[in-house]
């Protein structure tokens, strides 16, 4: 009994700082325990976290490193390849003899040929090109974009893709992601760069909503304001007097039903007039790629509804 006493009473001091007793004692990813009150090392285990190699330049590190890429869905293999290099040298720097050269540039050829064997993997390196070209003339983030590549890999495992447009569905896969996350993209936006027509993109997102069971927020006017004021250069108080706008719209239920990007250009519209901007309908309504009549209906029935002096 008295040894357990003895053994309890040695174990609680080696948990206090034997320079201020302090009990608060933090470990170092070093492996170094240290007191947190007054910074004594009480014990240490070095752990070197590091290379084994050193280096004393940026451009020595990066010769020297080993590490590629992350691993991002954006890539067929997911940004993992196995590449057979061009140099003609071996890791001491020797020049490789001409028959082994002869060898390599032949495995290099076949193992760029058997890269992508099946026709899912060449089906998905076509349709991540694709997404790409779109990203790019869009200017869509990375995170949207991965978001469109997972997409697009779900319809692909379930075998939506097989009889249909790759392009389709890789269109449909990137209005699906912004309108997942909220940062809209009309479908007549996307089926100006995409290969296929708008209706064609609209088919296949209906069909990725059914069978993948895809929940979609409803798009706010709101979200429309920013862009459709940028590209008719209206300045920023005139965007906030339009978002004013919309928000008592949509307390009055003003909103439902509509298109909200018609909804974004009248409210932008009304605004312009009461802030004294000069923008015509016409210049609204070709900033949100709309007809001047919707501008027209939706700018009647938010004055109506909202009882505006305009």
């Not at 240490?44 to 991002?72: N, Q």
């Not at 032949?106 to 779109?134: C, F, G, M, V």
Request: glycine share 6%; with cysteine.
């Amino acid at each position: 009994m008295s040894s357990n006493k003895g053994e309890l009473k040695q174990e609680k001091e080696a948990q206090k700082c034997p320079e201020c007793g302090s009990t608060l004692l933090v470990k170092s990813e070093t492996g170094e325990i240290v007191c947190g009150n007054c910074g004594l090392v009480i014990g240490e285990e070095a752990y070197d976290m590091g290379p084994e190699w050193r280096a004393f330049t940026l451009e020595e590190k990066a010769g020297k490193s080993r590490v590629g890429g992350p691993v991002s869905i954006l890539h067929a293999d997911k940004g993992l390849p196995t590449v057979i290099d061009k140099v003609g040298k071996d890791a001491f720097g020797r020049k490789i003899d001409l028959p082994t050269r002869i060898q390599m540039l032949r495995l290099r050829k076949w193992q760029t040929r058997t890269q992508y064997q099946s026709p899912i993997e060449r089906n998905l390196l076509q349709a991540l090109a694709e997404l790409d070209r779109i990203a790019d003339k869009l200017h869509i983030p990375e995170d949207l974009q991965e978001e469109a590549a997972e997409i697009y890999r779900k319809a692909l495992d379930k075998g939506l893709v097989r009889g249909r447009s790759i392009s389709a569905i890789v269109a449909a896969s990137v209005y699906a992601a912004c309108r997942a996350y909220n940062r809209p993209r009309s479908l007549k936006e996307i089926a100006s760069v995409s290969r296929v027509k708008r209706k064609d993109i609209a088919r296949c997102y209906r069909l990725l909503l059914n069978e993948l069971d895809l929940r979609m927020p409803i798009p706010e006017p709101k979200s429309y304001v920013s862009k459709i004021a940028t590209r008719a250069e209206v300045p920023e108080e005139t965007q906030l007097k339009a978002i004013q706008i919309l928000d008592e719209a949509e307390k009055r239920g003003a909103v439902v039903g509509k298109d909200p990007v018609g909804l974004a250009a009248a409210a932008l519209y009304i605004a312009c007039v009461l802030t004294g901007e000069k923008k015509t309908q016409k210049d609204i309504a070709e900033a949100a790629g709309v007809t001047e009549v919707t501008v027209r209906n939706r700018y009647k029935s938010l004055k109506e509804q909202l009882n505006l002096d305009v």
